[in-house]
């Protein structure tokens, strides 16, 4: 099946540091997608993106599609505690369809 | 931003009875909601594609007499767990897809333990 390997796994970091993780895969992605979940929550959207190349930010979040349309990064400036969760990338392979393949996912630790 | 809501958020059941989960999108209409299911630590299994008006489709290895979904409108789709066992004891999340954005936006999730 379609595969997205995210990294790191997990990140452990001081507050006020700021965070990378990113998203590859073998296939081509349409649109790629950053999320956000909380313990016991739903995934929260976070930022999409739409095109090859762009670059795009929500507050402290930037996100980018790579320009071969197979990879993604999320950086989080400045973290603070309430950063604390797990992110997980996610799209459409092309010629998938609507349906997402999510990556395994980062857990995110502040320490304050 | 897009709401979406599940309900019940916790259900505890005895094996063998069914429960039924509720997706609805509560402020755009959703022609293609998804079903997925989470177990602790993992990333989300997408378990079926629920179409409204139409048969949904199901994943390799979900099987759809276990896990039946109805997307009876623009707005709600159910998934119903079949005769519960304890290995069905999961969090299962929906998402519904905004027909305009295309965007898909997830429900709080409903956890599910079966005794």
């Known amino acids: 099946g379609q595969q997205l390997n995210q990294s790191p796994q997990s990140m452990f970091i001081q507050e006020g540091e700021d965070v990378s993780m990113n998203c590859t895969s073998s296939?081509?992605?349409?649109?790629w997608l950053w999320y956000k979940q909380d313990p016991g929550e739903g995934p929260v959207l976070l930022i999409a993106?739409?095109?090859?190349?762009e670059l795009t930010s929500n507050g402290r979040l930037t996100a980018q599609f790579g320009i071969t349309r197979k990879d993604s990064f999320l950086n989080i400036s400045a973290s603070i505690p309430s950063d604390v969760g797990i992110y997980f990338c996610?799209?459409?392979?092309?010629?998938?369809?609507?349906?997402?393949?999510f990556g395994a996912g980062t857990i995110l630790r502040v320490k304050s | 931003g897009a709401v979406v809501s599940q309900h019940p958020s916790r259900v505890i059941c005895k094996s063998g009875t069914s429960v039924k989960i509720e997706c609805r999108s509560l402020?755009?209409?959703?022609?293609?909601m998804f079903w997925y299911r989470q177990f602790p630590k993992q990333s989300l299994m997408l378990m079926a594609t629920?179409?409204?008006?139409?048969?949904?489709?199901?994943e390799q290895g979900v099987e759809k007499d276990k896990f039946l979904i109805n997307h009876a409108s623009l707005t709600l789709s159910t998934l119903t767990v079949t005769s519960a066992h304890p290995e069905d004891s999961s969090f299962y999340i929906c998402?519904?897809?905004?027909?305009?954005?295309?965007?898909?936006?997830f429900g709080p999730g409903t956890r599910l333990l079966v005794l």
């Open positions: 996610a799209g459409p392979p092309s010629g998938y369809g609507n349906k997402l393949v």
């Open positions: 296939s081509i992605f349409n649109t």
């Open positions: 629920s179409n409204e008006g139409s048969k949904a489709t199901y």
């Open positions: 998402s519904a897809r905004d027909r305009v954005s295309v965007t898909q936006y």
């Open positions: 402020d755009f209409q959703a022609t293609t």
């Open positions: 993106l739409y095109k090859a190349g």
